[in-house]
DNA sequence: TTGTAAGCGTTATCAG
DNA sequence: CTGATAACGCTTACAA
């Protein structure tokens, strides 16, 4: 039952030569000959050597710069989030030697976002986490970075192209689709739904057409639904204004039997904001994220559900993966899809408390 | 922003003192005059020491050894999640020195709990997992460990009174809301719903009857769901035997507006399979457990719904939380309430996923 | 191509 | 009471 954990020593002597000399082939070091290689390789391959990893990390007394390029949160909550989850990976991982240095820019400024980038050059870093919100101006700088070198892994949008180590994030389409389900389900008859944009700039941002995309496929693969459900999309401006409102006027008086509307950004708020202040036309609501502003909505039963995109475990597991690449010598999964959770009043306390 | 990391050498050069004592007042051992001991210990406050955990357990080569008291995963696959959880968190702490030894005991069988209980005792043990389901046969058991002051920790099933470190699980009130949320969701118009119990001993497993109250609340406490929602409760037995699908037949031809049923266990399968050979009545059913018959009833959409009790998170964390207490000294919470996790067709993959 | 020895931060033993 | 010192398993010069 209990292995007598064995040592880089014991191998050692069962090769019949010096420590030093397995720890050379360990780690293709070269300067063996080819022989013992062959021989020490064996004999690690039989008597299945784990390596201390806490022995290494306090042998190697060396440090890994990691820089997390990433949205200002004190201008968005739902980026202090992930803040939160890196900070909370960078205290895990401390003492394994990891430090963490976060470039934050703000999301509504492209230039910042460039100068971020930019200034993460000088720093000699050993591995990146960014989200890249900013498709085109992020692309040259994936290049730079695979020129030299460096892991990077992506988290919060995906970008196929980038050869990133990883991507941390969610399903797009499949969360589309769940929100579908959410509208659909128990809608007594047929009816319009109306999926809502409130973004800046929609184009530079593939993963709110792919929760569409998720949506509309909910209705139209099944055929009973296809012919009984109408999706329309709209893409709202300038929330808080009063030509916001009047867009969402427009569209009612339009679809008169719309049932509900699927927010596919953290904005929900700003429709349940509308909802309240129109009269009751029994519209579902759901989207993402759990602000503040989102959960009082949802107190109040405006909106429904939540579909929780998890911020902080995006950036909590995107650190841990490139800790695993760097420091544990692990291989890491191309992309790590985080649960769609979905979240209503009554188990939203859990989800906040797990957020420790 | 880079803090020098300080060592007990640093701490021992500034007191003019020898490593040696100030590692013996770090750890209580006596031996060291007043006098120095403060001045210790105010160097350790001000320079904000934070002892180096791995460094320590290479340094101290001791093991903890840890004993999982759980029900027989070949039996129930509901178990089996908690063993792989257990095992999951066995391999990432091994390296600290903890080994776990399972204690696995048929879950039907109240005798081979005891036997198991007691074969524990001669190990030898610094903790103890364990998921009481015997109520009454494992309140002794916790006084005895208490009386030898081996800390154990409770999942899946709460007891209070039980002294234990810690308690891992659901809140079982709040999940029965959960699940009136969901069988009322969309619902047109008042009708009655059935609470189902298939156990084999209801009243030594009080959080079903949690599970109960909080379905009764999620109606009761809403003025306007009250008087048109009905909650029945029903505790059935010999899943699978004819006189289990008699007693639903009864139950339906009774309350012809049945519109729902929440399992309170993992067996909604057998429920489904009921409603499967039945003539359509359109009847919700939500249940709990990613169980393959499970899941394949939520594919066919005759279970709407699955709370994930998240067994193998419950293993985990369980021996986390242990873990924490014995080799890295950390203070755990008296509870851990894992997320109520709602899973449905659109996003079951990822939190299959998940469980890897 | 190979072996040796010092060092990482901590614990634990043992002599003063 | 106190201070050296070996050990934990591994890395990394450096010497042979």
Redesign the interface.
Same mark, same amino acid.
Request: aromatic share 12%; proline share 5%.
């Given at each position: 039952?209990?292995k007598p954990t064995i040592r880089i020593k014991d191998i050692a002597q069962k090769a019949n030569v010096s420590i030093g000399t397995v720890d050379r082939v360990l780690h293709n070091r070269g300067r063996v000959s080819e022989e013992v290689r062959v021989k020490i390789l064996q004999i690690i391959e039989e008597l299945d050597y784990q390596p201390?990893?806490?022995?290494r990390?306090?042998g190697t007394n060396r440090t890994y710069r990691i820089a997390a390029l990433i949205p200002d949160g004190t201008i968005d909550p739902y980026w202090q989030e992930s803040q939160n989850g890196i900070e909370k990976a960078g205290k895990e991982l401390q003492? %394994?030697g990891v430090?963490i240095?976060q470039y934050r820019f703000n999301q509504h400024d492209v230039q910042a976002f460039i100068d971020q980038a930019t200034a993460l050059a000088q720093a000699n870093l050993d591995g990146i986490l960014v989200a890249p919100v900013f498709y085109r101006e992020s692309l040259p700088f994936f290049e730079q970075w695979h020129a030299l070198s460096i892991p990077f892994v992506l988290f919060n949008t995906q970008i196929e192209e980038s050869n990133s180590l990883s991507y941390i994030g969610?399903?797009a389409f499949?969360s589309g689709?769940?929100a579908?389900?959410l509208l659909h389900?128990?809608?007594?008859e047929g009816c319009t739904f109306l999926v809502a944009h409130i973004a800046e700039d929609i184009a530079n941002s593939a993963h709110l057409l792919g929760k569409e995309k998720g949506f509309r496929a %909910?209705f139209s693969q099944q055929p009973a639904l296809a012919s009984s459900y109408k999706v329309i999309s709209a893409d709202l401006k300038k929330p808080g204004d009063i030509s916001f409102f009047h867009q969402l006027d427009r569209l009612l008086d339009h679809y008169p039997d719309m049932k509900g509307i699927f927010v596919t950004t953290s904005k929900a708020y700003e429709i349940a904001t509308y909802l309240q202040h129109t009269p009751e036309r029994n519209i579902r609501l759901v989207g993402y994220d759990l602000l503040e502003k989102n959960l009082a909505f949802m107190e109040e039963g405006l909106i429904?559900f939540i579909i929780n995109q998890n911020p902080q475990g995006q950036g909590y597991w995107g650190i841990q993966f490139l800790a695993d690449h760097l420091v544990f010598k692990k291989k890491v999964a191309l992309r790590k899809?985080?649960?769609?959770?979905?979240i209503?009043?009554?188990?939203l306390?859990?989800?906040l408390?797990?957020a420790q």
């Open positions: 039952m209990n201390n990893m806490i022995a990390t306090l003492i %394994y430090q240095t969610q399903d499949q689709s769940l579908g389900k389900y128990g809608q007594p %909910y429904d899809n985080l649960p769609l959770d979905i209503t009043r009554e188990n306390a859990y989800y408390e797990a």
